[in-house]
C-alpha cells in the first residue's frame, strides 16, 4: 500500500492530518521552502510537531525545496543539521547543490527530489540515486501508462500527487512570476500569474491557463497497482479544515482499496474546488474542461467546513508498574511499536492510608496534553506502601518522555562539508557566443558567422538531417536541443531522432533535464545544460560538471553580481525573450483556435496591455516568452566587469531579418528601440 503524504502549513493543520489518518506529513520550517506565505514553522514548533507525529506513527519530511544561492549555503545546511537533530524522516529537496551538500555532511538524512527538479520518467530517477536520492515526486502530468513505467523502470521510490492544485506550467520550469511580477516561484514566493485573466484573440477575456484542482480519488485502485510509494495531497497554503476533510477521505479509499464515490467527490469539492476537478493528464484526457476558476459558490461551501480546533486522536498506552517493598518502583509504557521503562524512590511504609490500585490507577491515567491514553494498567503492589503523589506524577511524566525519545529515529550528524568545486573555467567560453533558434530559416549566414554554436530543436533538425552538413558548410557548428519533457512513451521516438541526426554528424546537444542525460550517453557527444537545470550556485555547477556537462547556462533569475560569483563554463543569456512557461496542454486554443496553432503565432494579452508570445513545440507542448527581450548590446563594459562569459542568445518569434538586425546592434552596442528586460544588478 502506498503511504498518504498530506500538507501540514501550520502545527494545526499538522494535527489535522494526524486526525485524518495521515501516514506521514510533509512541512516547512521559516526558510528554503517553495511555500513561504503559509504560517510553516519555527524552529520550536518543528521540535514539538515532529514528536507528535511520530508519536501516532506519522513520518514528517521537510521542506526545504527553493533554489539556493551560495551565500545561504551555511544557514541552508544548518537548517539541515536541525532537521536531522530534530528527527526528520526526510528532507524534500530541488537544489541539486544543496542536495550534494546535505548528503555529504549528513549522510544519514534522507532525500526527497522535490517536483521542482521536473523528473518525469525512470531515467531520473537512476541518476538521482547515483547523487544520494531515495525517491523523487514525479510530474503531475503523467499518464497513468508513464507512471507505471516510470514505477517498474526507477530504482528510487515513486511519490505522485493525487489531489490539490495544479500549477499550469511544469513544475520548476516556471519563471512567469519571477521575471514578469519579481517574485521568484523557485524561490517559494509564487505570484500565481496562472490564474489572472488574459485577453483572447477575438478579444474576450478568459482565464486560459487557471486549470482546476488535480482529483485522483477516482483512480486510488489504478495507483494503489502501479506501485507507487507515497500518494500526496497538496495544500500547504490551505486551512486546516482542509487538510482534515481531504487526509480523512484519501485514508478511506486507500483502506478501502476503492475509488471514490459521487458523495466523497461532493465532499472533496466543498473543501476545496475550482469549478470542480480534473485528471486530465492522468486520463490522457487534455483539452478546455481542465481549466476552472474559483467563484464565490466555491469559497462559501469551504467557509462552512466545520472549524478544526484540537487534535483528538489518543495512542493507545500500557503501562505495567511494579510498587514492592525495598526496590525502587519500575513503570513500563509501551504502543504497539515503542516501550520505555523508568524507575523512581524506593516506596516508604504507609503510616495511616496505604496506596490502592484505584489510586494508582487515578494518577497514572493522567495523560492530558499528551496523545496517550491509558488503555490497560497491570500492577504489581505489595501492601501498606505510601508514594506521594508529585513522585507518582514525576515518574509518569518521564516515562512518556522516554517513550517519545523511543519513537524519534536515532540520527547522528555530520560535520559540514566545503563545498564542492566547479573544474571548468570561464575562460574556456570566454569568447564564445552560441545561440537557439525555433526554425532553420532564422539561422541566417549573418548567425552563422556571428556564433560558434547555433541549437535547434531535435524535432525540427530530424525532419531534414541534411541541415547538419549544410549548417556547418556555412562556418558554424550545429546542435540540437532536446525535447524540454520526454515522456516515457516517447523515449523511443526521441532515441531513433537523435540516432539519426548523429549518423548525420550531429556532434553537440543541449539539453535541460537530469532524465535526458542517458540518450545522450548512449552517443558520447558533447553535452551542454540548459537554464532550465536552474543552475544558481557552484556546487550545482560541479555536480552537473561531474555527470559529464561540458557547459551550463546560468538561471536567468541571477544577477550580474551572483553571475560575477560563480565559476565553470557557464554561458549567460544576453539576449532573447526568456521563455517563461512549459505547459504540457495547448493553450494556444484557448486563446484563439487551431488554425493558429498550425501558424505557430498565438499571443498571450494580460490585462495590462503586455503581449507574451506563444509556441508550439515537441508533441504539440506549449511555451510562453517573455513580452520583453533580455537585451545587453549597449551594456557590454557592464558585462565584462561582471566576467560573464559565454554569451546565450534566444531568437523566438523574429524573423530572419530581425536576427540579422539583432546581430549588427550587439556588434555596435546599439541601446535598444522600445522596453526591454534587463539583467539585474
Known amino acids: 500500500m502506498p503511504e498518504l503524504l498530506c500538507p501540514a502549513g501550520s502545527p494545526l493543520a499538522l494535527d489535522a492530518a494526524i486526525e485524518g489518518g495521515a501516514d506521514a506529513v510533509y512541512l516547512g520550517g521559516l526558510g528554503f521552502n517553495a511555500r513561504m506565505n503559509a504560517t510553516n514553522f519555527t524552529e520550536d514548533d518543528l521540535r514539538e510537531g515532529i514528536a507528535r507525529a511520530h508519536a501516532f506513527g506519522v513520518q514528517v519530511y521537510l521542506t526545504m525545496n527553493t533554489l539556493l544561492l551560495d551565500r545561504e549555503r551555511d544557514d541552508y545546511l544548518r537548517a539541515a543539521e536541525y532537521a536531522c537533530r530534530m528527527g526528520a524522516d526526510a528532507l524534500i529537496v530541488?537544489?541539486?547543490?544543496?542536495?550534494?551538500?546535505?548528503?555529504?555532511?549528513?549522510?544519514?538524512?534522507?532525500?526527497?527530489a522535490s517536483t521542482q527538479m521536473s523528473a518525469h520518467n525512470a531515467a531520473a530517477g537512476a541518476l538521482l540515486a547515483e547523487l544520494g536520492f531515495a525517491r523523487m515526486v514525479v510530474a503531475r502530468e503523467l499518464s497513468l501508462s508513464d507512471l507505471q513505467s516510470t514505477v517498474a523502470h526507477s530504482p528510487i521510490e515513486i511519490e505522485a500527487f493525487i489531489h490539490g492544485a495544479l500549477c499550469v506550467c511544469h513544475s520548476g520550469q516556471c519563471l512567469f512570476s519571477s521575471l514578469v511580477?519579481?517574485?521568484?516561484?523557485?524561490?517559494?514566493?509564487?505570484?500565481?500569474?496562472?490564474?489572472?485573466?488574459?485577453?483572447?484573440?477575438?478579444?474576450?477575456?478568459?482565464?486560459?491557463?487557471?486549470?482546476?484542482?488535480?482529483?485522483?480519488?477516482?483512480?486510488?485502485?489504478?495507483?494503489?497497482?502501479?506501485?507507487?510509494?507515497?500518494?500526496?495531497?497538496?495544500?500547504?497554503?490551505?486551512?486546516?479544515?482542509?487538510?482534515?476533510?481531504?487526509?480523512r477521505i484519501g485514508r478511506r479509499l486507500l483502506d478501502e482499496r476503492r475509488a471514490a464515490d459521487d458523495d466523497e467527490m461532493h465532499r472533496l469539492e466543498e473543501a476545496f474546488s475550482r469549478g470542480g476537478f480534473t485528471d486530465g493528464y492522468f486520463t490522457e484526457r487534455i483539452g478546455k474542461r481542465m481549466l476552472g476558476v474559483r467563484s464565490e459558490s466555491d469559497?462559501?461551501?469551504?467557509r462552512e467546513?466545520?472549524?478544526?480546533?484540537?487534535?483528538?486522536?489518543?495512542?493507545?498506552?500500557?503501562?505495567t508498574a511494579t510498587l514492592r517493598q525495598n526496590e525502587p518502583i519500575s513503570l513500563t509504557v509501551s504502543t504497539k511499536e515503542h516501550t520505555a521503562t523508568v524507575c523512581g524512590d524506593v516506596p516508604q511504609r504507609a503510616m495511616t492510608a496505604p496506596l490502592t490500585e484505584q489510586a494508582l490507577q487515578k494518577q497514572f491515567s493522567k495523560l492530558g496534553g499528551t496523545p496517550y491514553a491509558l488503555q490497560?494498567?497491570?500492577?504489581?503492589?505489595?501492601?501498606?506502601?505510601?508514594?506521594?503523589?508529585?513522585?507518582?506524577?514525576?515518574?509518569?511524566?518521564?516515562?512518556?518522555?522516554?517513550?517519545?525519545?523511543?519513537?524519534?529515529?536515532?540520527?547522528?550528524?555530520?560535520?559540514?562539508?566545503?563545498?564542492?568545486?566547479?573544474?571548468?573555467?570561464?575562460?574556456?567560453?570566454?569568447?564564445e557566443r552560441t545561440a537557439r533558434f525555433c526554425t532553420l530559416s532564422q539561422l541566417t549566414p549573418a548567425a552563422a558567422a556571428y556564433f560558434d554554436v547555433c541549437y535547434l530543436p531535435l524535432h525540427v533538425l530530424s525532419a531534414q538531417p541534411d541541415a547538419i552538413a549544410a549548417i556547418r558548410a556555412m562556418g558554424t557548428e550545429?546542435?540540437?536541443?532536446?525535447?524540454?519533457?520526454?515522456?516515457?512513451?516517447?523515449t523511443d521516438d526521441v532515441r531513433a531522432m537523435l540516432a539519426t541526426l548523429v549518423q548525420a554528424g550531429l556532434r553537440r546537444v543541449m539539453l535541460g533535464n537530469l532524465g535526458h542525460l542517458p540518450l545522450v550517453r548512449a552517443h558520447a557527444l558533447v553535452t551542454d545544460g540548459d537554464f532550465r537545470l536552474n543552475v544558481t550556485n557552484r556546487e550545482t555547477v560541479a555536480v552537473l560538471e561531474q555527470m559529464g556537462f561540458s557547459t551550463l547556462l546560468l538561471s536567468p533569475e541571477l544577477t550580474l553580481p551572483q553571475i560575477r560569483d560563480i565559476p565553470?563554463?557557464?554561458?549567460?543569456?544576453?539576449?532573447?525573450?526568456?521563455?517563461?512557461?512549459?505547459?504540457e496542454k495547448c493553450v494556444i486554443k484557448e486563446l484563439a483556435d487551431c488554425s493558429t496553432c498550425e501558424k505557430n503565432a498565438a499571443v498571450l494579452t494580460d490585462r495590462r496591455g503586455q503581449q507574451f508570445p506563444v509556441r508550439r513545440t515537441y508533441r504539440h507542448r506549449n511555451v510562453i516568452y517573455n513580452s520583453h527581450p533580455t537585451?545587453?548590446?549597449?551594456?557590454?563594459?557592464?558585462?565584462?566587469?561582471?566576467?560573464?562569459?559565454?554569451?546565450?542568445?534566444?531568437?523566438?518569434?523574429?524573423?530572419?531579418?530581425?536576427?540579422?538586425?539583432?546581430?549588427?546592434?550587439?556588434?555596435?552596442?546599439?541601446p535598444p528601440d522600445g522596453t526591454v528586460r534587463r539583467i539585474g544588478k
Not at 500569474?193 to 474576450?204: I, V, W
Not at 469559497?299 to 469551504?302: F, T, V
Open 94 to 112: 530541488a537544489d541539486l547543490g544543496g542536495a550534494a551538500a546535505i548528503h555529504r555532511s549528513y549522510p544519514s538524512l534522507a532525500l526527497h
Open 181 to 247: 511580477g519579481g517574485r521568484s516561484g523557485n524561490r517559494g514566493e509564487c505570484a500565481q500569474p496562472c490564474r489572472l485573466p488574459y485577453r483572447t484573440a477575438k478579444g474576450k477575456e478568459d482565464y486560459p491557463l487557471s486549470l482546476k484542482d488535480l482529483s485522483l480519488a477516482r483512480h486510488v485502485p489504478s495507483l494503489i497497482d502501479s506501485g507507487v510509494a507515497s500518494l500526496k495531497i497538496e495544500g500547504r497554503m490551505k486551512s486546516p479544515e482542509y487538510v482534515l476533510a481531504v487526509t
Open 299 to 302: 469559497k462559501q461551501q469551504a
Open 305 to 319: 467546513l466545520p472549524p478544526f480546533r484540537t487534535l483528538t486522536r489518543r495512542i493507545p498506552l500500557t503501562m
Open 376 to 431: 490497560s494498567l497491570q500492577l504489581t503492589l505489595d501492601p501498606d506502601l505510601m508514594v506521594p503523589v508529585s513522585a507518582l506524577n514525576e515518574l509518569r511524566r518521564r516515562a512518556i518522555s522516554a517513550l517519545e525519545t523511543a519513537s524519534a529515529p536515532i540520527v547522528v550528524p555530520q560535520q559540514p562539508q566545503p563545498p564542492l568545486r566547479p573544474q571548468g573555467s570561464r575562460t574556456a567560453v570566454q569568447n
Open 478 to 490: 550545429p546542435a540540437a536541443m532536446l525535447p524540454e519533457v520526454i515522456m516515457e512513451r516517447e
Open 568 to 583: 565553470g563554463a557557464l554561458r549567460t543569456v544576453v539576449y532573447g525573450r526568456i521563455p517563461l512557461m512549459l505547459l
Open 631 to 670: 537585451y545587453m548590446a549597449d551594456r557590454a563594459e557592464l558585462l565584462d566587469r561582471h566576467h560573464v562569459g559565454g554569451e546565450h542568445f534566444i531568437f523566438s518569434d523574429e524573423s530572419p531579418a530581425a536576427v540579422d538586425a539583432t546581430i549588427r546592434a550587439y556588434k555596435n552596442g546599439t
